[in-house]
């Protein structure tokens, strides 16, 4: 299977905490992208990561990407009540995208 | 996001039935896409349109008919539906050959009774 596998599938912390979340995937990568998902709503996009970076931040997000393992990790610093969403990666193959079944986060306020 | 619209928001149709879902995106890009996303599986590529082609996907039922008129527009045609073919249908666009995002709209929860 080409799709990412994030992990965990569930989380809960408390606002303030720090989110880390992780995914694998199996087949070379043009790049990878990190979505949310809130409920009853589509998938917006949050960053993208090509493969021959290493790390990429935008705001309180925090992206790796490590190619050797296959593996790449979101980071949500500071969290809030807001980030209460699930969360998902993406990897581009041939403009076909690939999507696991998500982690679950919940910001408990 | 209002940059893909996805029409109706909710549906509830009998197996027998004849539906169509409607996508359109305001985003000027080339490519479209149908998700089928199910409780605790994973988003499934269904159909792809990538400047204005279909690619091929031999694993969904042939109940579920796509079409894209143009680059704007996209629609899945649905009839003889099956109960587990209950979900929520995600329409996707993206501009190939750029490597960018997808965008998507927020799709139709289909309920088959």
């Known amino acids: 299977s080409q799709q990412g596998e994030e992990d965990p599938q569930a989380l809960s912390i408390q606002e303030g905490e720090n989110a880390t979340m992780n995914c694998s995937y199996k087949?070379?990568?043009?790049?990878l992208q990190w979505y949310r998902q809130n409920s009853g709503r589509g998938l917006v996009h949050l960053i993208l990561i090509r493969s021959n970076e290493r790390e990429k931040h935008s705001g309180r997000l925090r992206v790796t990407l490590d190619t050797s393992k296959k593996s790449s990790s979101l980071l949500i610093t500071a969290s809030r009540a807001a980030d209460t969403a699930s969360y998902f990666c993406?990897?581009?193959?041939?403009?076909?995208?690939?999507f696991g079944t998500g982690t679950s986060l919940t910001v408990i306020p | 996001e209002t940059g893909v619209t996805q029409t109706p928001r909710h549906l509830v149709m009998g197996m027998t039935n004849k539906k169509s879902l409607k996508c359109e995106q305001h985003l000027g890009h080339n490519a479209m896409y149908w998700y089928k996303q199910s409780a605790k599986k994973p988003l499934e590529l269904m159909f792809v349109y990538s400047l204005e082609e279909r690619v091929e996907n031999n694993s969904v039922p042939s109940r579920f008919s796509p079409e894209c008129p143009n680059s704007s527009h996209l629609f899945l045609h649905l009839h003889t539906l099956q109960p587990e073919d209950s979900a929520l249908y995600l329409c996707?666009?993206?501009?190939?050959?750029?490597?960018?995002?997808?965008?998507f709209g927020d799709g139709t929860r289909l309920s088959i009774l």
């Open positions: 993406a990897t581009d193959d041939a403009n076909q995208f690939y």
């Open positions: 996707a666009s993206s501009q190939v050959g750029q490597g960018g995002p997808q965008h």
């Open positions: 087949t070379s990568i043009n790049n």
